[in-house]
């Protein structure tokens, strides 16, 4: 099997995506180069006991950098003061704290890895045979250093050819169109994932087997979104069928969540079951929305962050398609504004293709709609 590891390093988000054998098998998204680095998924740390609620059954920890929030561990008890080695469980988000576990490993932790080999590490692409990475000149060569291996520069266009956008599209979206009909909707939750079968397009449930074939047939790609998307935790699928007749179904999906080290629970008399996923940090819809009321998913919205990276990948992939034409990037109110306290951001472009681009704040244009001319 071949595979490479496809990285886009921008001002303000930092994108991975797995390759292999020309399918995307896996997909990260971290903080750009311009924004601050946090506690990060996996990572050790030598933390100090900072505070303890015994009320909360936890202890509030210095990170260094940040705070950190750890479930008192059992009968051990700690001491404020007391330095510990600790692995971050979840980042810190949205207000939340960095939540942290004492690592099994006591020992003290070596360098921080830099954050293109920590995306390479979550991944799990440390053996591919090739990267590629689009980012800014000066960048690119300090990546070299850090990441070693065969590395190849690549174009603002690296995610679009490879597929890759697509990928991380449906895996942003709420619902995803299977072949023959049937659709899955993901629903994320902060104590659940329900994952919703609909076979009513099918234009086939009516004959016998039909609707088990098309269960057993959506399991891969059930078992690759959630991958994909990073979801972790409990996850619940409803398959439209019921306990005596989903026996082959359930033996299916027990099959593919042995292979990525899930447990799989009983299905019920109504055709639920349930699976454990490991949680390995923030689910990719995490870490590009916030609590809202609406879009992209009820109770969801993209955050000011994400809707400034896109708009500014959207505009690189036009300035380097037209290397003498001057643009303009029309922008919603909020996007426009966050951009221009954020003038960094756009440096690196200017840097790039020179003072070739203007911003435009577009007063009627929509939250989630930026645009080139």
């Given at each position: 099997?071949s595979?490479?590891?496809?990285?886009?390093?921008?001002?303000?988000?930092?994108?991975?995506?797995?390759?292999e054998?020309?399918v995307?098998t896996g997909?990260?998204?971290?903080p750009?180069?311009?924004?601050?680095?946090?506690?990060m998924?996996?990572?050790?740390?030598?933390?100090?006991?900072?505070?303890?609620d015994?009320?909360?059954?936890?202890?509030?920890?210095?990170?260094?950098?940040?705070?950190?929030f750890?479930?008192?561990?059992?009968?051990?008890?700690?001491?404020?003061?007391?330095?510990?080695?600790?692995?971050?469980?979840?980042?810190?988000?949205g207000?939340?704290l960095?939540?942290?576990?004492?690592s099994?490993?006591?020992?003290?932790?070596?360098?921080?890895q830099?954050?293109?080999s920590?995306?390479?590490?979550?991944l799990?692409?440390?053996g591919?045979?090739?990267?590629?990475l689009?980012?800014?000149?000066d960048?690119f060569?300090?990546?070299?250093?850090?990441?070693?291996?065969?590395?190849a520069?690549?174009?603002?266009?690296l995610?679009?050819g490879?597929g890759?956008?697509?990928?991380?599209?449906q895996?942003?979206?709420r619902?995803?169109?299977?072949?023959?009909?049937?659709r899955?909707a993901?629903?994320?939750a902060e104590?659940?994932?329900?994952?919703d079968?609909?076979i009513?397009?099918?234009g086939?449930?009516?004959?016998?087997?039909?609707?088990?074939?098309?269960?057993?047939?959506?399991?891969?790609?059930?078992?690759r979104?959630?991958?994909?998307?990073g979801?972790?935790?409990?996850?619940?699928?409803?398959?439209?069928?019921?306990?005596?007749?989903?026996k082959a179904?359930?033996?299916?999906?027990?099959?593919?969540a042995?292979?990525?080290?899930?447990r799989?629970h009983?299905?019920?008399?109504?055709?639920?079951?349930?699976?454990t996923?490991?949680?390995?940090?923030?689910?990719l819809?995490?870490?590009?929305?916030?609590?809202?009321?609406n879009?992209?998913?009820?109770?969801r919205e993209?955050?000011?962050?994400?809707?400034?990276?896109?708009?500014?990948?959207?505009?690189?992939?036009s300035?380097?398609?037209?290397?003498?034409?001057?643009?303009?990037?029309?922008l919603p109110?909020?996007?426009h504004a966050?951009?221009?306290?954020?003038?960094?951001?756009?440096?690196?472009?200017?840097?790039?293709?020179g003072?070739?681009?203007?911003?435009?704040e577009?007063?009627?244009?929509e939250r989630?709609?930026?645009?080139v001319?």
């Amino acid at each position: 099997m071949s595979a490479r590891v496809l990285i886009d390093y921008g001002p303000v988000e930092t994108r991975a995506a797995l390759q292999e054998d020309d399918v995307i098998t896996g997909l990260w998204i971290g903080p750009g180069f311009a924004m601050p680095r946090p506690a990060m998924a996996g990572e050790r740390f030598t933390a100090r006991v900072e505070a303890i609620d015994k009320k909360l059954g936890a202890a509030f920890v210095d990170l260094g950098d940040e705070q950190g929030f750890l479930p008192l561990p059992g009968k051990q008890a700690l001491q404020e003061g007391q330095e510990l080695v600790v692995e971050v469980r979840t980042p810190a988000r949205g207000g939340k704290l960095a939540s942290v576990r004492l690592s099994p490993d006591q020992k003290e932790p070596e360098a921080r890895q830099s954050l293109l080999s920590h995306s390479m590490t979550q991944l799990g692409g440390e053996g591919a045979e090739e990267i590629l990475l689009h980012a800014p000149v000066d960048k690119f060569i300090e990546a070299k250093s850090s990441l070693g291996g065969s590395i190849a520069h690549a174009g603002p266009d690296l995610f679009e050819g490879a597929g890759a956008e697509e990928a991380f599209e449906q895996a942003l979206s709420r619902v995803v169109d299977l072949p023959g009909g049937a659709r899955l909707a993901f629903d994320e939750a902060e104590a659940v994932t329900a994952i919703d079968m609909d076979i009513s397009a099918t234009g086939g449930q009516s004959k016998a087997g039909a609707v088990a074939k098309a269960c057993r047939a959506a399991i891969p790609a059930i078992a690759r979104q959630i991958s994909l998307r990073g979801i972790g935790g409990q996850v619940v699928i409803d398959f439209p069928v019921t306990r005596r007749d989903g026996k082959a179904i359930h033996a299916a999906l027990q099959e593919a969540a042995k292979t990525k080290g899930w447990r799989c629970h009983p299905l019920s008399d109504a055709g639920l079951v349930a699976l454990t996923v490991a949680r390995q940090g923030w689910s990719l819809l995490d870490y590009v929305t916030e609590p809202a009321a609406n879009a992209p998913v009820p109770g969801r919205e993209w955050t000011l962050d994400h809707l400034a990276a896109k708009a500014l990948r959207l505009t690189e992939r036009s300035l380097d398609a037209d290397r003498a034409a001057r643009l303009e990037l029309l922008l919603p109110p909020a996007v426009h504004a966050h951009i221009e306290a954020h003038k960094g951001w756009v440096q690196p472009l200017y840097d790039t293709y020179g003072n070739r681009l203007t911003l435009i704040e577009d007063a009627g244009r929509e939250r989630d709609r930026a645009d080139v001319r």
